[in-house]
């Protein structure tokens, strides 16, 4: 069975930083991109950040680049979003998502991606 799953979101202060993790089971870790989404009440899901584990490249949202950091622990089938200077904005749920192949002109779009995890809550307050 395929399995995303996210954890580390929590409630943290302006300012503060979270990281969270994607846990991967139930398929071939090695041939899927990761990203990580977020949709915040009343507003569509948008696409923040991914990792490419065929060539390691990284892509962020203008409206986190700088702040939140992606990376991945092949040895433990996991991608992480390290997030710092968290602002009350950043404040959403966060999906991870598993699709076979990103380029830099699509790795933000939803329907290209082929799993998703159940998402992990993130408040900041202000």
């Known amino acids: 069975e395929v399995q995303l799953v996210e954890s580390g979101g929590g409630l943290v202060q302006a300012g503060g930083s979270l990281r969270l993790s994607c846990a991967a089971s139930?398929?071939?870790?090695?041939?899927?991109?990761i990203g990580w989404f977020r949709q915040a009440p009343g507003k569509e899901r948008e696409g923040i950040s991914c990792i490419s584990r065929h060539d390691s490249s990284t892509y962020y949202s203008d409206s986190v680049k700088g702040r939140f950091t992606i990376s991945s622990d092949n040895a433990k089938n996991t991608v992480y979003l390290q997030m710092n200077s968290l602002k009350p904005d950043d404040t959403a749920v966060y999906y991870c998502?598993?699709?076979?192949?990103?380029?830099?002109?699509?790795?933000?779009?939803?329907?290209?991606?082929?799993?998703w995890g159940q998402g992990t809550q993130v408040i900041v307050s202000s």
């Open positions: 998502g598993a699709v076979r192949f990103v380029s830099p002109h699509s790795w933000d779009k939803i329907f290209k991606y082929d799993y």
């Open positions: 139930g398929f071939t870790f090695d041939d899927y991109d």
